[in-house]
Nanobody
Framework: QVSVAESGGGSVQAGGSLSLSCAAS????????MAWFRQVPGKEREGIAN?????SVQYKDSVKGRFALSRDNAKSFLRMTRLRSEDSGLYYC????????????????WGQGTQVTVSS
């Protein structure tokens, strides 16, 4: 049985940094994508970063140059720096088989989400 769980998050002032971690378990191989999605009230959940099993990373323009995603087997680590108020939201870790994509329906496994609040 596959499970995904996030940790980290919290509150920080604008310009500060936070780190999120994700642990996936139950996959039969390491050939799966790990991704981070963000959701703010009134908007759809959107992907912000993903990483495949060989370490190739994609970022959305809104976080490029400020967020860094890394992976160690079935764990991923999102380092968020120079945070802005618009980065506030509920952050979800997701995992799905095969190649990375921004499509939410490609990820059958989701964590519960962790809140990030950036105050200006």
């Amino acid at each position: 049985q596959v499970s995904v769980a996030e940790s980290g998050g919290g509150s920080v002032q604008a310009g500060g940094s936070l780190s999120l971690s994700c642990a996936a378990s139950g996959f039969s191989s390491e050939r799966f994508c790990m991704a981070w999605f963000r959701q703010v009230p009134g908007k759809e959940r959107e992907g912000i970063a993903n990483i495949d099993n060989v370490g190739s990373v994609q970022y959305k323009d809104s976080v490029k140059g400020r967020f860094a995603l890394s992976r160690d087997n079935a764990k991923s680590f999102l380092r968020m720096t120079r945070l802005r108020s618009e980065d506030s939201g509920l952050y979800y870790c997701a995992a799905g088989p095969g190649f990375c994509t921004w499509r939410r329906d490609a990820f059958p496994y989701w964590g519960q989400g962790t809140q990030v609040t950036v105050s200006s």
